[in-house]
């Protein structure tokens, strides 16, 4: 029988597994025999528009090694291009809003495999990331950029534990001033939706066209709370006071002996009334 022909795809290739995510192999140093497998894909959300994840220039990562930093990681997809900014997280998601708190405000990281997020400056770094073949490992530590591991790990991290007060103070104060102006920022912002859209007599409140795009705000904080207090005070109102039957029944009762008493004094009102008329003309 005549060989086949057909030519086996090279080795040299990248290997696109089924959910579109390229396979990328890990090899901790050069004469390391085992290697860990990395799962990148280009991340495309069209639900998360944030500015700090483009969609043509961020490369979203699976099963990082817990000995990968930030660092790490940069300088591995460095040689795909110039990376912009590196995101580990325990699970993928948006991105946290609100000011990035230093280490000694935030919880202790879990330890375990993570997801990541690379930012590239350039679109053309994702396809090279993607394009590399996956026979050919990506070294995480070399003579340049060692990687620390075990009892020289637990050593930088038992030195890195002990907080210089100096330091802390710095920190701190840093962090109230950055959340003095977002109070100021946000209270000036309050003041300016309260200006634009006050409510009259009525209750109505004036909707302003924004920009294309954008869902409309008819309603600021403030006219939100007094629409709120209205809510609960006509829920009130309407509360059933009576929920039991023998308490309507009694209410009933009560109601039908107040009209009697009222319907006796009216008739002795009348009576008094006109045995004081002065004028009688039979």
């Known amino acids: 029988m005549a060989p086949s022909k057909r030519k086996h795809a090279s080795s040299s290739e990248a290997c696109v597994i089924p959910g579109g995510f390229t396979v990328l192999s890990l090899q901790f140093s050069s004469d390391s025999v085992a290697q860990h497998k990395l799962y990148v894909k280009e991340h495309k959300v069209r639900a998360e528009k944030s500015s700090h994840r483009p969609l043509d220039r961020t490369l979203f990562l699976l099963n990082i090694p817990p000995y990968c930093s930030e660092d790490v990681v940069k300088e591995l997809f460095s040689q795909f291009g110039c990376v912009q900014s590196v995101e580990l997280r325990d699970h993928p998601g948006s991105q946290q809003s609100g000011p990035k708190l230093s280490r000694f405000f935030r919880p202790a990281e879990k330890q375990g495999f993570k997801v990541g997020y690379i930012v590239f400056q350039n679109s053309s ?158």
């Open 125 to 282: 770094s994702v396809t090279a990331a993607k394009s590399h073949p996956h026979n050919v490992p990506l070294i995480i530590s070399t003579e340049q950029h060692p990687v620390k591991t075990g009892v020289q790990k637990w050593i930088e991290q038992y030195t890195r534990s002990f907080i210089q007060p100096d330091k802390l103070q710095q920190i701190v104060d840093s962090f109230m001033v950055d959340y003095d102006k977002r109070k100021e920022e946000e209270t000036e912002r309050q003041r300016k939706e309260a200006e634009q859209q006050q409510e009259d007599e009525e209750g109505w409140v004036k909707v302003t066209k924004g920009h294309k795009g954008t869902k409309a705000r008819p309603h600021s904080e403030a006219a939100n709370q007094r629409t709120l207090q209205k809510e609960m005070r006509k829920k009130k109102r309407k509360e059933l006071m009576n929920f039991y039957t023998w308490q309507h029944r009694n209410t009933q009762k009560e109601h039908i002996a107040e009209l009697r008493k009222k319907f006796e004094e009216d008739k002795q009102r009348i009576a008094l009334l006109r045995a004081q008329r002065k004028f009688k003309p039979y």
